[in-house]
């Protein structure tokens, strides 16, 4: 089974393999041409989406986890119970397993609507899920995947 340090070599690999793909020749002095400057933003693109899948994937990694557990043992571990908890009220006379069924899908659709790396965006995927950005996060990353995101 695929670590979380593996999925992240993975990405570091991807990302140094678009910058060298991106990579060209300039001279400092003079402005960018046309052409670098089209090649630069394709690579903040790809490496934007890059490491936007690695979040999403992580996510749903969690989130896969805990719903095998919750369905096998009906143990909602920290993340299924963070979502419990977060997760409006669900104004219906169903059962808890349906209703729990209803608060994973709503995060699943959350989840596939995200377009962000942003320290926003970061929070909307991780804080359903039990984790608070500020303290789960290393600041150095969540700075650097910011500036990436504007």
Do not use: V
């Amino acid at each position: 089974m695929e670590t979380n340090d593996d999925r992240y070599s993975k990405l570091q690999n991807r990302i140094q393999e678009i910058i060298k793909n991106f990579a060209f020749k300039y001279n400092p002095i003079k402005k960018p041409t046309s052409r670098q400057q089209d090649l630069i933003r394709a690579m903040i693109l790809l490496c934007h989406a890059e490491f936007e899948d690695y979040l999403e994937e992580t996510a749903y990694l969690l989130l896969k986890t805990g719903e095998e557990r919750w369905d096998k043992d009906k143990i909602a571990n920290k993340n299924i119970a963070a979502l419990f908890l977060e997760h409006d009220k669900i104004d219906t006379s169903e059962t808890y397993i349906t209703k729990s069924k209803q608060a994973i899908n709503d995060y699943r659709k959350s989840l596939k609507a995200n377009n962000g790396i942003k320290n926003k965006d970061i929070s909307k995927i991780f804080k359903p899920l039990g984790y608070k950005i500020d303290d789960d996060f290393e600041q150095t990353f969540l700075n650097d995947l910011e500036a990436l995101g504007s």
